[in-house]
């Protein structure tokens, strides 16, 4: 046996769990891209249980943009099935605090804004299934770029909750035709990380007028033989959260997710 | 209970096997489109044992536009697989005979011609695929036509086996984004007829330079907000074969369809 070959294959990857209490500990305080390979990354929105219930029944709504992985009972800082010792005023690297839709601070845990009316919603977040597409040996071209993937606000409405209203954003990623069939075939195996496209080509059909100008990150080139393919967004709740404007709410710092405890390969449903 | 409703949801279907009996009774002539709804038809192709090892390994190596069903033993007049009586000399309505690449007579069965050496080839079918596209609510554009599902030679060279080469032959149907990313969903359930979609849009692309022009089939529109979606097709093989030119063959008339026992429901994989 070639013992050289059997420590690779046997060397040990980060679990999620690992990768959460470093960040807990002060000992990682970057964007987690990554981090814990193989573990789901989430996104987080924290609102006051006022407005709890209308968010979780939007989620329940709009699932691609908005896919509910968790959310918990309010006041509670735990979210079990993402994790059994997770701590959601701990375990991110970074936050976002915001009062009455402005951005009034950044922080590194939520000791001292915690409060007892507070429920947690994780939300699915591409980087799972774009880890499925790299595995498939499909080209992220904002990877290519060093960059992040282009989003664009759209002309088709989400369905609406209570306040919560607003349009779907997507995120764009180019393939020839037979990456894109392909693309939608890995990505409908996981509906509760955004699934299948919403569109694909004529962005003029969805309300985009400039595919050069995304309304978030980055844009990228789209080459004369590839189609811009549309994914619904994770930035969808968050732009629909700012409009309501709520009195206090949480986010995660954009790039800083919460590292769980599931596996991405878990999340496909055939 | 109402007793209409009652009925009609019990109202019996005919099943592949009584399909087949009609048609081998002679009591059924034309073609075989709507015949027993739910149940698989095939192509057939039928040659002589000389060359059944290579049409064998040319169909396992493009299994997307010559998806083998089932094969028989030389002679054996039987599919076993696909009916438990089927006998393939009397069980489609109409056959074509070809000698040396001629078609020579069109018969309605096998009963003068048959030999001891002949292997027969059952083939999946786009009907079964279809069928599903019809269930989940999308336009099939030549159905509302009312003609034949336009065909087109490509520059996607099938993988060749002894004399068997050739380029792939494509069908065409037209969707919109989404319903082109529903129908990609669906047909990739069935690997089995085809499968997944091989190219949409840029017909360039597969060398297709005109897309009103098809090399079999009709013309069918294609709107302005609408993409071009390419299937591999069944008529690779009998295109590939006619250039081998066998001293020997037969085929089923196009549309003159086998009519078999097996669901087209259980051909999906998840």
Redesign the interface.
């Known amino acids: 046996m070639d013992t050289t070959m059997n420590a690779l294959a046997t060397a040990p990857r980060e679990t999620g769990h690992a990768a959460r209490l470093r960040i807990r500990a002060g000992q990682f305080r970057k964007p987690t891209a990554g981090m814990a390979p193989g573990y789901v990354q989430a996104n987080l929105a924290i609102l006051p249980k006022a407005l709890a219930a209308d968010f979780h029944r939007f989620c329940h709504l709009n699932p691609k943009p908005c896919p509910l992985l968790a959310a918990s009972e309010p006041g509670d800082p735990r979210l079990p099935a993402l994790g059994a010792d997770l701590d959601i005023r701990t375990d991110i690297p970074r936050y976002r605090v915001w009062r009455h839709g402005e951005l009034v601070d950044e922080v590194t845990d939520l000791k001292g804004v915690w409060r007892d009316d507070l429920v947690s919603f994780a939300l699915g977040c591409s980087f799972s299934f774009e880890e499925a597409l790299i595995e498939n040996g499909l080209e992220l071209r904002h990877q290519t770029c060093d960059s992040n993937v282009p989003m664009y606000r759209t002309n088709i409405a989400c369905a609406p909750a209570g306040p919560f209203h607003g349009p779907m954003v997507v995120s764009m990623r180019p393939f020839?035709?037979?990456d894109?069939?392909r693309a939608?075939?890995v990505t409908?195996r996981f509906p509760s990380v955004h699934g299948?496209?919403?569109?694909?080509?004529?962005p003029g059909?969805i309300g985009i007028t400039d595919i050069a100008k995304p309304d978030y990150g980055d844009a990228v080139p789209v080459r004369d033989?590839e189609?811009p393919v549309f994914w619904a967004c994770g930035v969808t709740p968050q732009s629909v959260i700012a409009t309501v404007k709520p009195e206090f709410s949480i986010t995660h710092a954009p790039g800083y997710m919460l590292v769980t405890d599931q596996l991405n390969a878990r999340l496909a449903v055939?």
């Open positions: 020839r035709a037979a894109a069939i939608i075939q409908s299948a496209p919403v569109h694909l080509g004529m059909q033989d189609f055939f």
